[in-house]
């Protein structure tokens, strides 16, 4: 199933998802390099909320560009399959290997808005990332590693420790909770 038709049969779980939903299916249709970073209005991004095995911790980055404790993500670049952009992504800011899909299916979606920032030297300008979550299980025996050039740590914490260690308010309220809300009520 294509990721279009996979949003389409998602089921948003608050007013945030359903106002999401819409202008993110707007935009797939009108826009189609959304996919790529070319698209310097919007495009298409994938988190994980990575779970160790027994779903009571979650691996997050100290982001270097937010400052703050983050999950893992990044941008699609032209892979459609959002959920491996979201696996290669965690893989890479965390060092940890074997990691899996919870459930394969879009656990979460969210246009999140970013600030004009430097990066590698050349500025990028705000835009609003079209996110879509999902759901990972990792080990938390694996052994960490920083990703220089993004992050400056890597660490497990209690799920309501993740939104304690973030700095970001409108991420802890509107997405980090919701995330964990979801997860108790075995969405």
């Known amino acids: 199933m294509d ?4 949003l389409t049969q998602y089921q948003p779980y608050n007013e945030q998802e359903e106002c999401d939903k819409a202008v993110m299916l707007s935009l797939l249709d009108a826009k189609p390099d959304i996919y790529t970073r070319e698209n310097q209005v919007a495009h298409m991004t994938a988190s994980a909320w990575l779970l160790n095995k027994t779903h009571d911790k979650v691996l997050m980055i100290y982001h270097n560009i937010y400052h703050s404790w983050s999950w893992t993500g990044g941008h699609a670049d ?3 399959d959002l959920l491996a952009v979201a696996k290669r992504e965690a893989e890479e800011e965390t060092g940890v290997t074997d990691i899996k899909a919870v459930t394969e299916d879009i656990f979460s979606i969210e246009i999140l808005t ?3 920032h430097e990066k590698r030297g050349a500025y990028v300008p705000s835009h609003l990332h079209l996110n879509v979550t999902y759901l990972l299980e990792a080990d938390e ?3 960490l590693r920083v990703k220089p050039d993004e992050n400056s740590g890597v660490k497990w914490f209690s799920l309501e420790g993740a939104l304690k260690a973030c700095t970001e308010p409108w991420m802890i309220e509107r997405i980090y909770k919701k995330l964990n809300e979801k997860m108790q ?3």
């Open 3 to 6: 990721f279009k038709q996979q």
């Open 185 to 187: 009520k075995g969405e």
């Open 141 to 143: 025996e694996e052994v």
């Open 78 to 80: 032209g892979d459609r």
């Open 114 to 116: 970013v600030d004009g």
